[in-house]
Every structure is written in C-alpha cells, then in structure tokens.
C-alpha cells in the first residue's frame, strides 16, 4: 500500500484520467515484474474491482437477477495493455470473494452462476485485448474448474500442499508446482495429459533436473510474490534459464 505522499506524486501523472487505488496497485504490481515474459498485473487485491462488476449485489449476498457492468475492468485492461501487451490479470477465485445465495436457491446454481459471470468478465478483459487470466484458489471446486479452467483461464493453487491437483488437471493441462515439490511431478504426469509444466521459485539446479525429466520446452518458471518482496521477480529472472 503506498504512502501518502507517493499517491500524491502519481496522481500527478494520472490528471485527467479516472484513477484510484486499485489502478495505483494494477500498475505498481505490473512494474514490479519489469524483466518477466509473460506478467501478470493484479492479484487478490483485484477481487475489490471484480465484485463491483457484479449487478444484483448487496454487501457479496445476491439479491436480485445477476448481471455484470463489465466497464471499469475493461479500463483496466486497456490500461494495463497500453503498458504491457503480453501482461494477464491476477485475480482470486470466485470462491475467494466470498459471494452468498439469497436469490436462487441452489448451491450448484449459484456457483454456475458466479462462474458464468466471471467467465463473461474475463471475455469483456480479453476483447479489450488481455491475452488470459490467473485466478488464485485456495481450493479446487469442480464447478468453478468445468466452466473456467482453459488455456485462457488459468487456475494457480495457492496452497499446492493441500490442493487437490489431481482434480485440477482433470479440467487443467498446465501444472504449477513448487519446486520443492518437484518429486510430485512424474506420478500426476504419468496420471494426466499435462501440456506445461509451471516450476515455482526454482534454482538452477531445479531447472536442470526438470529438463532431464520432460521436454524443456514443457517448462516453463513462475512465481507468486504477495507483500514486502521488492527485488522478488528480479532475482527469479536473473535464474530462470537452463545453461547448456
């Protein structure tokens, strides 16, 4: 979160233009992976905007027809592309937000619903010119999972420990993986049609292991940074190649 005396310096820069803190945030997250191939601006924090975007709302409890107002998170989306053509967005999971049922009455209806609109949202992102989305998830809900899981729609577990990965790579064919949990990698490979395999925070020893186990052009490295980690993505593309 910025001090106030670094908000007043970018608003400078943002005279004329609609501008908030989210957008303060969207761009500062952007930066901060400056050197990274495929960036992706936002995070958790972008769940505020996305449930703004959600009509027949009342405080996260569902109320009345369900609807999107997909205007603001297009902005963004120009806005990020405008700096970063290649740039997804990070957001959370809809389970994350936290949405609750007073209008229909169903709980599998309910999540379809909530996934169906964030499924059109992500279009309204994608017409405006983002390339996909990384939705971070605590969970792996089947629901969410058959409606969004795609090539365009990845689900990124937050907690691969305790995610259920083999339900995810029933809808998903890319597998995020720390690097410490490498040793996973050949049974869930052996068990699904993976087509990329994502290594979180490897080393170089990492990656050359991984390159003996699967096509390195099947490899790729991620990251996942939350708060305080200014000079994170820096140190893990300085990293991220395999020296032959």
Not at 219 to 236: A, F, I, Q, R, S
Request: aromatic residues 8%; glycine residues 6%; negative net charge.
């Amino acid at each position: 979160m910025p001090t106030v005396p670094e908000l007043a310096e970018w608003l400078k820069e943002k005279r004329g233009e609609e501008a908030d803190l989210v957008t303060y945030r969207l761009e500062q997250s952007l930066d901060a992976q400056e050197g990274v191939a495929i960036p992706a601006a936002g995070g958790v924090f972008y769940g505020e905007r996305w449930r703004e975007a959600f009509l027949g709302m009342a405080d996260g409890v569902l109320v009345d027809e369900p609807g999107i107002e997909p205007a603001a998170v297009a902005a963004d989306a120009r806005r990020v592309r405008a700096r970063h053509k290649e740039a997804w967005f990070s957001l959370p999971a809809p389970h994350l937000l936290g949405f609750r049922d007073a209008y229909i009455d169903d709980e599998e209806g309910f999540s379809e619903t909530i996934a169906t609109a964030y499924a059109r949202l992500a279009r309204e992102m994608r017409d405006a010119g983002v390339p996909g989305h990384v939705l971070v998830a605590e969970e792996a809900d089947a629901i969410e999972l058959e409606v969004l899981a795609g090539r365009k729609i990845l689900f990124f577990p937050r907690n691969p420990e305790t995610f259920d990965l083999e339900l995810l790579l029933e809808y998903q064919s890319d597998l995020v993986l720390p690097a410490r949990d490498l040793n996973r990698a050949p049974d869930l490979m052996e068990q699904f049609r993976v087509r990329k395999l994502v290594l979180l925070d490897p080393e170089k020893e990492d990656l050359a292991a991984t390159a003996e186990l699967i096509d390195p052009d099947m490899l790729e490295v991620g990251g996942y940074c939350e708060d305080g980690c200014p000079d994170y993505w820096k140190h893990l593309v300085d990293r991220a190649f395999i020296a032959r």
